[in-house]
Structures are given as structure tokens and as C-alpha cells.
């Protein structure tokens, strides 16, 4: 039996690099129950437009490329089902708090360079470990818990696109940076703690953050950032005032 296929509208927000322009075009594509908006991007580039510009690689909610603005929500287009939406005609526009280099694909330069502004990585003291690993760095299941749900970020960008924030002011290093700098000050094996919170106690860094939420409620992954952002708020603070942070590792 073959599926059911509805005809819709889309209509799709493109960006003309050489004339710096957008411009917004109507596609009538048929869809099932099974069409993604990712999958009915790709059938309007192969059978009507192969001009479209679309950024994607795993097609399964694992690689952040598709991330996209759909019916006005930031969302992963591989991931969203369009008979979900419930809606006969759908807009897609790409990310607004990153430039738009081709219609949908956004430039992730800047993003990166936040992310990186935190050190997302293991800082330890004893570097030589680095090149003479003698010793496993094991964790009990209580020291996993701390960090590994911020550890599912997939860097792609929709936190950055929701929050209020960022949008408003360029210097706030965003949600994703920070969330990520509490998945690392969050591990026992981490050893980077003052280094880190250093360049997050601003308005740049934790206090920038106005705890909208927006962030949380887009993240395709069920990551939090809105509670790593306060977590460190209230790590910060303790350090400031009491000198030190909660008591919460063990390296065996
Ligand atoms: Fe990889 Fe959508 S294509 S997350």
C-alpha cells in the first residue's frame, strides 16, 4: 500500500552572498508521514532547485550541520517530522544569530572561537601525564553524573539561536560556550577550575545570562544550558565569597 502524500507550500528564506540580498521562495512539494524537513530540502534541490544551499552529513540528530529555523523555531531539520508541525504550508529560514553565508548554511567561525574561549577541555596540573600516562583516572557513577549530561552537546548552534541574549549583545559568550564550561568544571578529573572561572565571572560570561531559557527548551540533545549557566553562577559565587567551590571530587 502505497504511503498517503500531502501537497504543501514552503516557503524558504534563500540568501544571495554576491548581491547581499534575501529573497524568499515558494516550493509545492508532496509529503508523507515519514518526510522530513530535511528530506523535502533535499527532494526540492534535486527535483526543482539544485541551487539550494543546504548544510548536512549523518541525517539523524548527530552532527548539528542541518540546524535551521522552521516555522520560526530553531530546530534540526533531519530531525523534524513535517506532519508534526501540523501545518499546511512551513517557512524555513536559516539561523538568525549566525551570519548566513548561502541561504540555509551559516557560518560557525565565531562560534567556535566562543566555544573555544572557555578551554573545553581537561585542564589538569600534572601535564606529563599528558605524555606518560602511568595510571587510569577513574570516576565513580555520583563523580559521571555531575558532568555527563552536558556532555551530549552537538555543537549545533540552535542554543546560540534562541537566546535573547546573544542577540542582543555580541560580547555574551552564549549558552552553548557555557554549558560546556560547567560539563568541564563539572569532571573530577578537571584541575582547571580558578583558570576557567576567571574568564566567566563578567557580564560576558555568567552574569550576562538573563535565564530566559530559550536555550533549553530548543537543544535537540536534552541539554541544559540554562542550568549549567546557573550552576556556575552559584560556583562562582561561592568561590568569591567563602573562598572555595562545592566539595565534589575524588580522583582515585
Ligand atoms: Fe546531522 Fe541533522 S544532518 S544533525
Redesign the pocket.
Known sequence: MSEQKTKINVKVKRFDPEKRVFVTKTYEVEVDRFTTV?SMLLEIKQWQDPTLSIR????????????MVVNGKPT????TNVFSLAASDLTVEPMRGHPVLRDLVTDFEDFFERHKSVSPWLIRKDIEEKFRAEKEYTQTRTELDYYLPFSYC?K?GLCVDACPVVNTNPKFVGPQALSQAYRYYADSRDEGLTQRLESLDSLEGVWGCEFAGSCSRVC?KGVDPALAIQLLKAEIAKLRIFGKTTEKRSIS
Do not use: F
Request: glycine share 10%.
Open positions: 530535511l548536512y552529513s549523518c541525517r539523524m540528530g548527530i552532527c548539528g550541520s542541518c540546524a534540526l531539520a533531519c530531525e552537538i549545533c535537540p
